[in-house]
């Protein structure tokens, strides 16, 4: 060794992720070679339209996806082969080193439980400890994220808080166990605005104390600014644009990642029409030759329904897999972080 500093290892490394979905009629390319890392104490959001693999990247990160789907690729996780997890291990490796919030709480809880009953289960399970003290950690857990008289709303069934209280259960459970990697789907996509940015504030004080590494998925460009140190744009089960969180949203490279900058209401007169990019994301089940959003992309040419572009960087930490990168940095965009 040289003496010099030696980079401390991503707490998440995504290599050549693929997930498909077979059926008898069909062969549905969820994810398809999507690489990514994260470390520890940073936040990455995964940004795009619905239906662009968003979700079923997370799933597959934490195991979570059906018997039918085939995951192939490398997911490292502190140290651990996630994919190659079986029996006990995977038990502990959810929910001990990687955790999910989810988007809806009133799906993910269970309604005949109490909060108390679904936090205690978790920690009795990974930490060992007996029922007192497991609920003793609860109401600790419930004042970490805030929930007003946390020593009597630990025994309340979901049904009897509200949606904003709901989500911060939710939060709580996910963060009973100590993991290293955090995971929230959307969780605030059914909030209203004033809770979703109480919700927001607290999952980012959160994951700064606690030194989480924080994967975010939305579609909220207002949120990714809000939250993120970086984002990886995703369309049609691939990522094809990455870097901080301001420099993608002030100067995109990728046409697909402009055209969402476009496609908002920010700093748009009121009689103006939205830049709505034309024509609809193409079917997973037939995707089509080169790429994927050059069928919908003004700056297209024959080149680009060949092969599918290489990476390009064009800074430091950026990346973006599109052949016009050059001429993309020089559109003027209207929508700052």
Excluded at 110 to 124: A, K, N, S
């Amino acid at each position: 060794m040289d003496g010099g500093m030696v980079a401390a290892a991503p707490l998440l490394e995504v290599e050549d992720l693929s997930v498909q979905f077979v059926t008898r009629e069909a062969t549905v390319n969820a994810v398809s070679g999507a690489t990514f890392n994260l470390k520890a104490g940073e936040v990455l959001c995964l940004l795009g339209e619905s239906g662009s693999g968003k979700s079923v990247t997370l799933r597959a990160l934490m195991r979570l996806l059906p018997g039918r789907a085939r995951v192939k690729g490398r997911v490292n996780v502190a140290g651990q082969d996630a994919l190659a997890l079986k029996g006990r291990a995977l038990q502990s490796f959810r929910g001990g080193t990687v955790a999910m919030v989810f988007q809806e709480p009133m799906t993910a809880l269970d309604p005949v439980y109490t909060i108390g009953q679904h936090l205690t289960e978790m920690i009795r399970r990974h930490k060992g400890v007996g029922r007192a003290e497991a609920r003793a950690q609860a109401i600790e857990l419930l004042n970490l994220v805030k929930i007003p008289s946390a020593e009597r709303r630990i025994d309340a069934y979901p049904h009897e808080l509200s949606g904003g209280l709901r989500q911060r259960a939710m939060i709580a459970i996910a963060l009973s166990c100590g993991p290293k990697l955090l995971l929230a789907d959307e969780p605030t996509t059914a909030l209203d605005a004033t809770v979703q940015i109480q919700v927001l504030i607290l999952l980012r004080r959160l994951q700064q104390e606690l030194g989480m590494g924080t994967i975010f998925v939305t579609h909220d460009l207002g949120v990714a600014a809000e939250i993120a140190d970086r984002v990886a744009v995703m369309y049609a089960g691939r990522v094809i644009e990455e870097g901080p969180v301001a420099d993608v949203l002030r100067r995109p490279a990728h046409p697909y990642t402009a055209g969402l900058m476009a496609s908002t209401v920010h700093d748009q007169a009121p009689d103006q029409d939205i830049a709505a990019i034309p024509g609809s994301p193409p079917d997973l089940r037939r995707l089509p030759p080169g790429c994927s959003f050059a069928p919908r992309c003004s700056l297209a040419m024959p080149a680009c329904r060949q092969g599918f572009p290489e990476p390009v960087f064009p800074a430091p930490g950026r990346m973006a897999r599109c052949l016009r990168v050059a001429d993309v940095l020089q559109q003027p965009v209207g929508v700052h972080a």
